[in-house]
């Protein structure tokens, strides 16, 4: 297999060509990833912020090569999204294996996903453990618990602030991070505590934001329906997202509560947060990092030094609310 050129708009170009790496990127079950969207279906709220599953991906392999990760390590982060369903974490609130305040479904099918698809055959082929690529405690880098930072953490939040504009570049970041210890660690307070309030900033505007509950709750509604209905099965949320569409969209002059719950979805039917009179209650995951940093040889984290911080974490932790009122009209 030839080498790939890789344009990447965090890290820059890149030549990849590490032959495993190579086949995993281009089977189908990753480039089905090209086709699923990254925050689940913005676009009608945030235009233009259209990125996928499989730039995180690659980006997440990305990130630990450069910063010398084993390749195992390399390939656990590669193919730690495969189980995304169309619209990604969206799916969370369409099935009840899911959680919507944790959205944890795509977690909860990653192994049985990844030993039905062509990715152990290829793992053999170079000698890999497929057990050993599956048992996340492997890899600590690529995957930890909140509030530490890892690969896959580090990776979004900073693709969507550079997609979303709130950064321009993610260079300060980079050149002001390293790993000691199997952790990620900034090389002072202050560049902790910058990734920390980035991070805030997309929880809290973008990931666990008003309109990402609307967002979140109107597919789920959509898509829920649909497989009621019988317009899709579930099988079918393991397509792309413009698969999904086109297939329902056939019943959408014959239905008028799906035309009605496509409207929602696609930001045209007004609305607001008003807990005493709402429609539907959404619960949305919400995150805080708190990054380490080291200080006269010693390793601590932001919230050890800073007050503020460590409530803050307590505070952005917990599972946020809301209680939406459609307009009726």
Same mark, same amino acid.
Not at 4 to 8: F, K, L, P, R
Not at 116 to 119: A, K, L, P, Q
Not at 125 to 131: G, L, V
């Given at each position: 297999m030839e080498n790939?050129?890789?344009?990447?708009r965090l890290y820059g170009k890149t030549e990849i060509t590490d032959p495993i790496i190579l086949e995993l990127i281009n089977c189908p079950t990753m480039q089905?990833?090209?086709?699923?969207d990254q925050s689940g279906y913005f676009t009608p709220f945030y235009p233009g912020t259209e990125q996928s599953r499989f730039e995180h991906s690659v980006g997440v392999y990305l990130l630990l090569k450069i910063y010398g990760a084993p390749i195992e390590e390399q390939i656990a982060g590669l193919i730690h999204d495969a189980s995304h369903a169309a619209f990604s974490h969206c799916v969370d609130y369409?099935?009840?294996?899911?959680s919507a305040s944790e959205q944890s479904y795509q977690d909860n099918i990653f192994d049985e996903y990844i030993r &039905?698809?062509?990715?152990p055959a290829i793992l053999e %082929?170079?000698?890999?453990?497929?057990?050993y690529i599956l048992n996340q405690t492997n890899f600590p880098l690529e995957e930890t618990d909140l509030p530490d930072l890892c690969a896959d953490r580090i990776d979004y939040s900073l693709r969507s602030a550079r997609v979303f504009g709130e950064i321009e570049s993610a260079d300060y970041f980079l050149e002001n991070m390293k790993v000691e210890n199997q952790k990620w660690i900034f090389k002072d307070f202050a560049a902790a505590k910058n990734f920390a309030e980035m991070f805030f900033k997309m929880n809290s505007k973008y990931y666990s934001d008003l309109f990402s509950a609307v967002m979140f709750r109107t597919v789920g509604d959509y898509l829920r329906y649909a497989l009621e209905k019988g317009y899709i099965d579930k099988g079918d949320l393991y397509s792309t997202d413009s698969e999904v569409l086109a297939k329902v969209a056939q019943f959408h002059g014959?239905?008028?509560?799906? &035309?009605?719950?496509?409207?929602?979805m696609n930001? %045209?039917?007004?609305?607001?947060?008003?807990p005493a009179d709402f429609d539907v209650r959404v619960i949305c995951k919400s995150r805080a990092v708190d990054p380490r940093f080291r200080v006269d040889g010693v390793v601590k984290k932001?919230?050890?030094v800073d007050r503020e911080w460590k409530t803050i974490l307590e505070t952005e932790s917990k599972p946020k609310t809301y209680f939406i009122k459609f307009d009726k009209n």
């Open positions: 790939m050129e890789y344009i990447d089905r990833l090209k086709k699923i369409v099935l009840d294996a899911g &039905r698809s062509e990715i %082929k170079y000698s890999i453990d497929t057990e014959k239905d008028e509560k799906l &035309r009605r719950l496509f409207d929602r930001n %045209k039917v007004k609305f607001e947060n008003s932001v919230s050890d």
